[in-house]
């Protein structure tokens, strides 16, 4: 029962860090891709329809480990606090410039909607670095403070830049894509959009193998309960998701709500 467990997290986390890790990268490289206001509202229009759902994976992946693996969600929270407040003080810097920017029919208002996206998203990359830096490491109760820790959290803030890109020449049309495949480089849409996937992936596992899960997890009454209801919710979730996808499936090539 431990194994599935961890098995249903994996999924959690995995779906958050791939769909997720796709728009932050995206608001990381905003002002990179759309050169003024109409082009940024364009980028911004690439991932309007995703952004959110694919933020349930991570509320997902925390209530979760808060049910099944409550000793453990206890540790990190409290070991990792600085990057998590930073997380989260970067997530709803980033999710302000993206709702509030189309609340105001001005560049000025532009401007600062599209500098809090793009800060906030590179603040929830370098965050996830920081903790990352010390996971990998086999460092459950603190924060990452040598000297590799800068460079560690930087290289997965790096990773998200990378997947964005691959996601933004997807959903983008135009100069816009001309500009992204050219950051990219040559190779193909969805083999690209693939490799920095696996690479995702293996990052997440890589973390996953070093944290002490089958140790802490709950009792066997308490799995009894929250694995029915996660095998339940997680095909809603896919459904609802790849419903999304279809219905957006087309590139981005005019403004939407956001």
Do not use: K
């Not at 969600?73 to 407040?85: D, K």
């Amino acid at each position: 029962m431990e194994l599935l467990a961890i098995a249903v997290l994996g999924v959690f986390a995995l779906g958050y860090f791939l769909l997720g890790g796709a728009d932050i990268g995206v608001g990381m490289l905003l002002p990179a891709l759309g050169r003024d206001a109409h082009q940024r509202h364009l980028v911004v229009t690439s991932i309007a329809p995703f952004f959110l759902g694919n933020e349930v994976w991570l509320v997902a992946t925390a209530a979760f480990l808060v049910g099944a693996f409550p000793e453990l969600e206890g540790r990190l929270l409290t070991g990792l606090l600085p990057a998590v407040v930073a997380l989260l003080a970067s997530w709803v810097v980033r999710d302000m410039g993206l709702w509030l920017r189309g609340r105001a029919e001005a560049r000025a208002w532009w401007a600062v909607c599209d500098a809090a996206t793009t800060a906030g998203s590179w603040g929830v990359a370098l965050s996830w670095g920081w903790m990352f830096a010390g996971l990998l490491a086999g460092q459950v109760d603190a924060v990452a403070t040598g000297p590799g820790a800068l460079p560690a959290a930087a290289a997965v803030a790096t990773l998200f830049a990378v997947h964005g890109l691959a996601f933004a020449r997807l959903r983008l049309a135009g100069t816009l894509h001309q500009r992204a495949a050219a950051l990219f480089g040559r190779f193909g849409e969805w083999p690209g959009l693939a490799l920095t996937s696996g690479a995702m992936a293996l990052l997440c596992l890589a973390v996953g193998f070093q944290l002490p899960l089958r140790e802490h997890a709950a009792d066997p009454g308490t799995l009894g309960l929250l694995l029915p209801a996660a095998l339940v919710l997680t095909p809603v979730l896919v459904a609802a998701q790849a419903c999304v996808w279809w219905v957006f499936r087309a590139r981005a090539e005019g403004p939407l709500y956001l």
